[in-house]
């Protein structure tokens, strides 16, 4: 169950079961440390704002909630030019939650990540579970037969949370990218997380909030009754025009 309640002033976030307040967070964003990556901890954290943060395979689980929080809105969604015609182009071939094994795998290793990733072994066991359960999905992009980017992340009523994308080709993240936030546009998702602000999302229209205007929006978002389905959704896709 999503942790909700409602008042005269709109929607808000009940008390985690598990976590302090996210606005209790230290100066860098940590809320609390500890604990395991079980698929109860894992829901209530991001129902609350909260994201899992590990240091490397040894240390105490970080559990963050940042100052400020980046996001994407569909309205600001920018496509440059270029990767327009390259959209439209269809060189790659774009699926969901066709593996998200690899996908995950592939966003703590290629290029230079391996042995320095926060996507610990733990955090893989974890949100393969939470695919399992439906709360995770991924985005695959392919070049024929051969996976060269892609994305994950959680879902959670009316939230997609980002978690991480990878690339083996130029541009095939961005490409996986834009189609899962088309997708999340069509069936109605109302706030996508994506933690911090990288120069290739500011690239691509996302921004930062703060702390507190995304906890009232994620409030709201948790209301929402949206559905991931099992096939891509690109009916408001730019491209598909």
Not at 163 to 168: L, R
Not at 181 to 208: S, W
């Amino acid at each position: 169950m999503i942790p909700r309640g409602e008042d005269q002033h709109g929607p808000h976030l009940s008390p985690s079961r598990f976590f302090p307040p996210a606005q209790t967070a230290s100066p860098e964003g940590i809320v609390a440390l500890g604990g395991d990556l079980r698929a109860e901890l894992l829901l209530d954290a991001y129902a609350h704002g909260i994201f899992p943060w590990p240091a490397d395979e040894t240390s105490p689980i970080i559990w963050a909630s940042l100052d400020p929080r980046a996001i994407f809105e569909f309205d600001r969604i920018h496509i440059p030019r270029r990767l327009l015609r390259l959209l439209r182009q269809g060189r790659f071939q774009v699926t969901c939650d066709r593996d998200f094994a690899r996908v995950i795998r592939e966003c703590a290793t290629a290029g230079c990540r391996a042995d320095q990733t926060w996507i610990t072994s733990a955090m893989i066991r974890g949100y393969r579970r939470l695919h399992r359960l439906g709360f995770a999905h991924s985005v695959e992009v392919w070049e024929g037969e051969q996976l060269v980017g892609g994305v994950y992340g959680v879902a959670l009523a009316g939230l997609f949370a980002a978690e991480s994308m990878f690339h083996t080709r130029s541009n095939a993240s961005k490409v996986g990218l834009l189609h899962l936030l088309f997708h999340l546009l069509a069936k109605g998702y109302r706030l996508v997380d994506i933690q911090m602000l990288t120069p290739v999302t500011q690239a691509l229209g996302a921004r930062e909030i703060s702390r507190n205007d995304y906890l009232r929006r994620l409030a709201v978002a948790l209301q929402c009754a949206a559905e991931f389905g099992t096939e891509l959704d690109l009916s408001l896709a730019p491209w598909r025009g």
